[in-house]
């Protein structure tokens, strides 16, 4: 707060001359009132001692001192004078000044009077005395602003003329402690012309504060200040007033830039968090926005573009962190759904033409209709050509048909950016509570991360991928819990998440009974050390697929988790021409080290299905390897299994297949590949046949004979010890899948045969 003295304030005494003291405005150059017929100095007082006596000739009577008395941001002062009437007639007497600015200008616009006293009694002293400022504050009469370096001040007699009064010596004294709290270290916005009335455009007076400051903390005290463009606040600043800015402007506070600092700014929580949001895109200063540990509520979905309002790209890396989004009852949470007829062709895989009602169909929108794969939504949308462009190609679509578009309300909405990366958030819990869905993630975009967040109870989706913003997306140490959880499995919707780009990693996350856990296409995701159930209290209780894989080769890793009540299910729905052509078919997928557990399940359950949607499709690179399969209250016939509904796998081509040190518990059907079956042949024989039916996953034939190991010794006929002469032939049987071994003459015996479904090379 700026400040000054009195011996720098006060005009001089009348008896030191009246030179310097104006019957004018008090500029340079106007008439003084030395030597002026209505003006004389008096000496000898009784009340005054030496002092002015003025007569009342004009309308306005003015008295100015024609010093340039200083005014300083943050500095008020009082001017004050003892008067009384001598004699005629009575007038009223007021405070005057004349506001100077830069180069003798004067500063227009200000209230130069103050209220007049009446002087109502001869002889009677009267003591008329105004403050004056650069902040409309409390008692500040003339609130001058910042514009205002100096005034001319003094007095103005008003009303009827004639009358004589005597003036004691104008008085000017520094009354700034008077404004000032106990706290010396505080800058005021009012103090720098801001008005808080909601309408006046404080902007300037913010910014003018924050300069003074200079280490200080601003105070924005109580008021609504409006402010009409970006303001930056080099200084910490405490709200005890709030403010209202248009959506474009920007408000950074660069010293205490966290979320409480912007709800105190703001008041209402919802605007608090995306004009912080829209900061920490703005500026550099941080990188991250913490919430501070509070809970916001959010009674409608947040479009995170909208609130940047200036970006619709951003790749520098951008954290929100420590806090909570709860979601309360709104009518915005209410999901959209338009029922549109369109064509498809799959020349164009991922775009639906002719779309009637196009116009009505938000960006975000799920697709649901005949051969439209799980979790394909509307990435784009051009009304002008009645357009729209899909997350995924339709596997079985082609032609005109109705679709249903459901565009679900997510709680952090980032659709409308075309391009996001390196964005994070951290230690926060969406509370979503049956209301809304979590977070959908921008149209593109790479390493989106998710740590240590709660996902509790959405309504729809936990998280969403429209297009490619979940490319190299990052799922760490979360939790995602379902609102369905006391429903029966079969009659659960929701989905905790979806990708359609490649190398996402899931890892330490725990996952609670969703319909799915994760659709996902693209390649080279990795998924470590989670837990995924989706059992529900039913006895011999349905089983849906927790993990969807989408893309055949799909150059993923499951190593170390807890599959629990649901099946990791592989598939190509996402492929315009399913039929297995030109391409790697069902591949390069490794589970290793897993517990997959069931319990109360139906005996026809499986842990891992095969769901080819076009024909000619084969294995070609699978290693399941050191998991654990067990079953409770219930045995399940087998792991595995090739869901034949649509397509059937051609087992003659399966290549390079691993199925081995595994353990099976509650399990009718063990499986190897290689696998291994013991033969006792007790009558003399020649053809020897070895039944491997059952053992061979994905029942697959016995294509390949690794080895025949000799148990003990052979006989002939008479029992006499022989050391024949074998060869084998594979794909006996029916089904494909005994071995008979040749002698090559009768004999008996036992044998070790290895036998695997697939050509290892």
């Given at each position: ?154 007095l103005d007699l008003t009303g009827p003329d004639g009358g004589l009064v005597r003036i004691d010596d104008l008085i000017v004294e520094d009354v700034t402690q008077s404004f000032l709290r106990e706290m010396m270290d505080i800058v005021d916005v009012r103090d720098y012309g801001a008005r808080g009335d909601g309408t006046t455009d404080d902007s300037a007076a913010f910014e003018a504060a924050d300069l003074a400051a200079a280490g200080r903390t601003v105070l924005v005290s109580d008021g609504v200040f409006r402010l009409e463009s970006s303001v930056t606040f080099d200084s910490r600043v405490r709200f005890q007033g709030t403010l209202s800015m248009p959506d474009s ?164 909405d980032f659709t409308g950016f075309e391009y996001l990366a390196k964005f994070s958030i951290e230690d926060v819990e969406f509370q979503l509570d049956g209301k809304a869905s979590g977070i959908a993630l921008a149209r593109d975009g790479v390493t989106f991360h998710l740590r240590d967040c709660f996902i509790t109870k959405p309504a729809d989706r936990g998280i969403t991928s429209i297009g490619r913003g979940c490319q190299g997306m990052l799922i760490d140490q979360c939790n995602m819990i379902s609102s369905e959880q006391a429903l029966r499995v079969q009659d659960r919707r929701t989905v905790a998440m979806n990708t359609n780009a490649n190398d996402v990693k899931v ?255």
């Open positions: 707060m700026a400040s000054t003295t009195s011996a720098q304030l006060m005009p001089p005494p009348f008896e030191d001359g009246l030179a310097v003291y104006s019957s004018g405005d008090g500029t340079p150059g106007s008439a003084t009132y030395d030597g002026a017929a209505n003006a004389a100095l008096v000496t000898g007082d009784q009340d005054f001692g030496s002092c002015l006596e003025m007569q009342k000739t004009q309308a306005v009577q003015k008295l100015r001192y024609m010093g340039e008395t200083p005014l300083l941001p943050g500095c008020y002062l009082k001017i004050s004078a003892r008067v009384k009437a001598v004699s005629g007639n009575l007038p009223n007497v007021r405070v005057a000044g004349w506001a100077g600015g830069s180069g003798g200008a004067h500063v227009t616009g200000l209230t130069e009077v103050a209220t007049a006293t009446t002087l109502d009694t001869y002889g009677k002293v009267v003591t008329v005395e105004a403050i004056v400022g650069s902040g409309a504050r409390t008692g500040v009469e003339l609130a001058w602003g910042i514009e205002t370096l100096y005034g001319h001040f003094g402007a920007v408000l950074s506070l660069t010293r205490n830039f966290d979320l409480p600092a912007y709800i105190d700014a703001f008041g209402s929580e919802q605007l608090a968090f995306r004009k912080a949001f829209q900061a920490l895109l703005n500026f550099s200063d941080h990188e991250s926005l913490d919430l501070g540990g509070r809970r916001i509520d959010v009674d409608g979905p947040i479009d995170m573009q909208a609130a940047v309002n200036d970006k619709t790209s951003w790749a520098i890396r951008r954290v929100i962190r420590n806090g909570q989004l709860n979601a309360v009852a709104g009518s915005g949470w209410t999901p959209d759904q338009v029922v549109a007829q369109a064509s498809y062709a799959t020349s164009a895989n991922t775009t639906l033409s002719n779309v009637s009602n196009v116009a009505g169909i938000a960006v975000g929108s799920l697709v649901e209709g005949a051969g439209v794969g799980r979790e394909v939504y509307v990435r784009d949308r051009n009304v002008a050509a009645g357009t729209l462009t899909l997350s995924q190609p339709l596997h079985a679509a082609a032609g005109t048909q109705s679709y249903t578009f459901t565009r679900f309300k997510y709680m952090l890892r330490d996350s725990r996952i609670v009974k969703f319909k799915h856990f994760a659709v996902m296409n693209g390649g080279s995701h990795l998924f470590v050390g989670n837990h995924w159930f989706q059992g529900d209290d039913e006895s011999g209780g349905t089983r849906t697929a927790g993990l969807v894989l989408t893309q055949p080769n799909c150059s993923t890793v499951i190593t170390g988790n807890y599959i629990d009540n649901n099946a990791i299910e592989w598939t190509n729905e996402h492929d315009s021409a399913p039929e297995h052509s030109a391409e790697f078919s069902f591949g390069a997928l490794t589970l290793t080290g897993n517990n997959f557990y069931s319990l109360n399940s139906g005996s026809w359950f499986r842990w891992l299905i095969i769901k080819p949607h076009g024909g000619g499709h084969y294995i070609h690179g699978l290693t399941i390897r050191g998991n654990t399969f067990k079953a409770i209250n219930g045995n399940l016939d087998r792991p595995e299994m090739v869901d034949e509904s649509i397509a059937t796998l051609d087992r003659s081509r399966f290549r390079n297949i691993v199925v081995e040190a595994n353990t099976f518990n509650g399990i009718d059907q063990i499986i190897g590949n290689p696998t291994i079956q013991y033969h006792e042949q007790n009558t003399a024989s020649d053809a020897w046949t070895v039944d491997f039916s059952g053992y061979l996953p994905f029942d697959g034939s016995a294509r390949t004979v690794q080895s025949v190991v000799r148990h003990n010794s052979f006989r002939d006929a008479g029992g006499g010890r022989v050391f024949p002469g074998w060869d084998v032939n594979t794909q006996q049987g029916a089904n494909g899948d005994q071995v008979r071994v040749n002698w090559s003459q009768p004999v008996t015996g036992k044998v070790w045969v290895t036998a695997r479904c697939d050509n290892p090379n």
